[in-house]
């Protein structure tokens, strides 16, 4: 059963820094990992989606890398606001015959003015 | 606008009394699914559907039933509700598997 780990729980940094959240799963037999950004009391947005064959999505101040071979991928997030201040959830979909996305439980993050 | 719709968004119900959570989704999507969020035990699946009249089981179904009548609906039923099912659902949405999904706002559902 694929299980979605995400190092560390919570971060705090000041504005300003560039930070890396990690994400490893234990299948590496997955379609693909799509990186999702939490707003408390809110719905999920979509930040990122990366194919089982890519190795790198970009979106504005955004890189999610994806190494399949040994289950792990990096979100990194460069020169950080206070806007990006959230929970980041990293989720993978595999199970052939299914549609499941397996969720980490995320990292609670908090960029300090 | 491309989006996922829950309603209610904020439900407080008392134990036993049937309950349906509605999903509405308008971008002619195959695939849907519900996920509920519990403090440290993250998002889990509930039931998926990979087409009209295709429902399957996820990884908690027990005390829920869904349907797949159309295409763009995908309401969640809870028949007699407990106080284990306070949560915070999500329905999701997508194209296929290898696409990305899209999540509604979610509901809070309290049961007392």
């Known amino acids: 059963k694929q299980e979605v780990t995400q190092i560390p729980a919570a971060l705090s940094v000041p504005e300003g820094e560039n930070l890396v959240l990690n994400c490893s799963f234990t299948d590496s037999a997955i379609y693909n990992l799509q990186w999702f950004r939490q707003d408390p009391g809110k719905g999920l947005t979509s930040l990122l989606l990366?194919?089982?064959?890519?190795r790198e999505q970009t979106s504005g101040r955004l890189n999610a890398s994806l190494d399949k071979s040994s289950g792990r991928s990096t979100l990194y997030i460069a020169a950080s606001q206070p806007g990006d201040s959230a929970t980041y959830l990293c989720?993978?979909?595999?199970?052939?015959?299914?549609?499941?996305?397996?969720f980490g439980k995320g990292t609670k993050l908090s960029v300090i003015p | 606008e491309a989006q996922v719709t829950q309603n209610p968004r904020y439900l407080i119900t008392v134990t036993g009394k049937k309950l349906t959570v509605t999903c509405s989704q308008n971008m002619n999507h195959e695939y849907m699914s519900w996920y509920r969020q519990d403090p440290g035990l993250g998002l889990r699946q509930i039931y998926y559907s990979m087409n009209v009249e295709v429902t399957d089981k996820g990884d908690v179904p027990e005390g829920y039933k869904v349907s797949r009548k159309e295409k763009r609906n995908f309401p969640l039923i809870l028949e007699s509700p407990s106080p284990n099912q306070t949560s915070l659902y999500f329905c999701?949405?997508?194209?296929?598997?290898?696409?990305?999904?899209?999540f509604g706002q979610g509901t809070r559902l309290t049961v007392v």
């Open positions: 989720a993978v979909r595999s199970g052939a015959g299914s549609y499941q996305l397996t």
């Open positions: 999701a949405s997508g194209v296929d598997r290898e696409t990305e999904a899209f």
């Open positions: 990366i194919q089982s064959s890519q």
